[in-house]
């Protein structure tokens, strides 16, 4: 058994955004983190990604918390709620701004791919530091060079971020904040020193990275997991008509992603309470025996 020691330090998180029920593909991130934070003897928060308020539902950020208790994936601390956060985000834009690292952009989609042939924006509006009339975006600037990191389950990753995506969009023309802005904050106002998540995630992490470095904020360990997707190939997901998960029975539910997970629940487990399973897990946890695979076709759950 290799199990990891004790860290008080560790501070993990499952992050949903509240655009639909939890699906199986979302349940088996939070089991992971829940197991690798617990594992650790670390914390596990739960924050609500609710930044879009057009892609959300009504009534999904309870149902997915009511889900998770009722899945035995009790939180410790209160549930942070990013829609909460707008004058932290705001206030972390104008300093961008302020420091000549951030600019405004009134490029549309089209324009940007007319110009570099791609979705890389080729900096056509860097120096622009007077807020425009017309709707406007506020983009960060990247650099020409690698970005280096370790994943835990993904090995050495690197990228260039000028070269790949270009400066990137901080707020919206539509004034909300960028995804990028708001989780990396939030991992650091929240102390978090391991990111346990979705491979979908895994190209992201470069722009966290950088955004990470322009705010001198410690970069937190990562591990991307397998992604779940459907008979097509696509990520589970309410626009891919994921089922939600019901609460009635949630053992086979826990097994399948720990066996999807590579940690081999034994039989014994068949049946027994969220907690009994839930408690096997941190006990028996093993990062490395996840599959190291981006993508996983969903099986049967039975
Ligand atoms: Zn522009």
Redesign the pocket.
Known sequence: MNQPAPDSTYIGRFAPSPTGPLHIGSLLTAVASYADAKAHGGQWLVRMEDLDPPREMAGAADRILETLQHFGLHWDGDVLYQSRRQARYQSTVQQLLDQGLAYY???SRAQIQARSGSNTYPG??RGCSIPPLKPHAIRLQVKDADIHFEDALQGPLHCNLQQQGGDFVIQRKDHLYAYHLAVVLDDADQGITHIVRGSDLLESTFAHWHLQTVLSLPHPHYAHLPVIVNADGQKLSKQTHAEPIPLAAPAPYLMYCLQTLGQQPPATLNGASAHSILQWACEHWQLERVPPARYLPQQQIR
Request: aromatic share 0%; with cysteine.
């Open positions: 952009c009134t490029c056509t509006c």
